[in-house]
């Protein structure tokens, strides 16, 4: 269906950092554009996203982070406790957020809204007369329960921990709300309430159970501007390191994989202007300076060792890849954990004081130790046809529209 210049379908994009939120906004927006649509995204770091965004047709807006004062915050229970490190616990901070969001929305006058990740449009759009869509992984749109269930999968925790995270939530977000006079969340579930959802991942990828009420749309892939990296001289041997300058397992994964003289090549995030500057320098390393395709990566290596984006993994697990993730923080933890139950992949521990360990790594590298599910998870995606993710989601949310 083509639709007249002037539908609007605007982006939101507020908590979080990295590819894996450009890649679906770059993917979905430039489907919106084929199809006529005018796409504007709002994002908290506009040279971040102009490389992507702005290659595919879509105008971008910044919208930079109002930042709540300095507390610390144990590790999040769920999705509501992580809203509240976000910021949510500073009445302040939201109502700031909130005129912010409503005054750009405003002056955007959007026929369609698609937040990914972004709770504080969602809360400024509430009685919005456009429609609204949520983007996401099983991380940033949870289950919609009351209260919202507990994220780690390590600890079973009491019912009352979890409501008293949700009461502490309403209770600063409601007065605001009603300041702004937008009406009050009855539970926090609430706040996707009138709100079209897709879980843009596939299910055993969720960092919840496995939901047997919710549609499971598929990983976004993002749209193929990257160039594809050199191949390995060897051929299918090496080893393919996406990991961020700041990771605590790098220094030890590096020091390993030169030691064993594997092929090795190493996109690493967040590094000094000069590639690599500050790791170990060896003949079998070579350090990229720029992303690359990596799906034309996952045809060139035998494994990978990443910090455990939902898009990666999911592009390396559709490839057939063995892969090991080494969580920086709770939601590659969670995603690590959930596909290391499932079978599917190896994981560090996050909560371990040590660095990698040699047994690790030779668990990755061996031959005969594949994840007993990897297998059969690559030949099922293999078989699915039809229209991609993108399209249809494409075609769900242009039903929306006026």
């Not at 501007?225 to 994964?253: C, H, Q």
């Not at 060896?282 to 984006?309: E, K, M, S």
């Not at 993730?325 to 190896?346: H, S």
């Amino acid at each position: 269906m083509s639709r007249q210049p002037q539908t609007h379908v605007v982006f939101a994009w507020e908590i979080g950092s990295g590819f894996g939120h450009l890649a679906p906004m770059a993917a979905l927006g430039a489907e919106f554009h084929r199809r006529g649509c005018r796409v504007t995204a709002i994002v908290p770091n506009l040279s971040f996203a102009k490389p992507i965004l702005g290659s595919v047709g879509i105008a971008i807006v910044e919208m930079t982070p109002h930042l709540a004062p300095c507390r610390a915050f144990p590790i999040s229970i769920n999705y509501t406790a992580n809203l509240l490190r976000n910021g949510f616990w500073h009445s302040g901070t939201l109502t700031q957020r909130l005129l912010r969001w409503r005054k750009l929305l405003d002056e955007l006058q959007p026929d369609l809204l698609i937040c990914d990740h972004a709770p504080s449009a969602l809360l400024a759009s509430r009685e919005a007369n456009y429609a609204r869509v949520a983007i996401g992984n099983g991380f940033t749109l949870p289950p919609l329960f009351e209260p919202m269930p507990g994220i780690q999968p390590w600890f079973s925790l009491p019912l009352d921990l979890l409501v008293q995270k949700d009461r502490e939530f309403l209770d600063i977000v409601n007065p605001v709300l009603d300041e702004a006079k937008i009406a009050p969340l009855k539970t926090v579930a609430s706040m996707f309430e009138g709100v079209r959802r897709f879980l843009c991942v596939e299910a055993e990828l969720d960092h919840y159970p496995i939901r047997s009420d919710e549609t499971y749309w598929g990983a976004i892939d993002p749209v193929s501007l990257l160039p594809p990296p050199e191949p390995f001289e060897e051929g299918k041997t090496g080893v393919f390191v996406y990991m961020s300058a700041t990771n605590r397992f790098l220094e030890s994964l590096i020091n390993s994989l030169a030691a064993r003289g594997i092929p090795v090549l190493a996109y690493i995030s967040g590094n000094s202007a000069e590639p690599a500057a500050d790791f170990l320098q060896a003949p079998n390393i070579r350090y990229l300076q720029t992303p690359v395709d990596l799906h034309a990566v996952a045809r060139t290596c035998r494994a990978v060792v990443t910090h455990g984006g939902t898009l990666s993994a999911s592009i390396f697990l559709r490839n057939s890849l063995k892969l090991l993730i080494c969580p920086p923080d709770l939601e590659k933890a969670v995603l690590g954990t959930r596909l290391q139950e499932r079978k599917l992949a190896y994981a560090a521990n996050w909560f371990s004081p040590e660095v990698l360990s040699e047994e690790r790594i030779d668990e990755l590298l061996a031959p005969d130790s594949i994840p007993a599910n990897l297998s059969a998870f690559a030949k099922q995606q293999a078989t699915l046809n039809g229209r991609t993710p993108v399209e249809k989601i494409v075609d769900q949310c242009e039903l929306l529209l006026p």
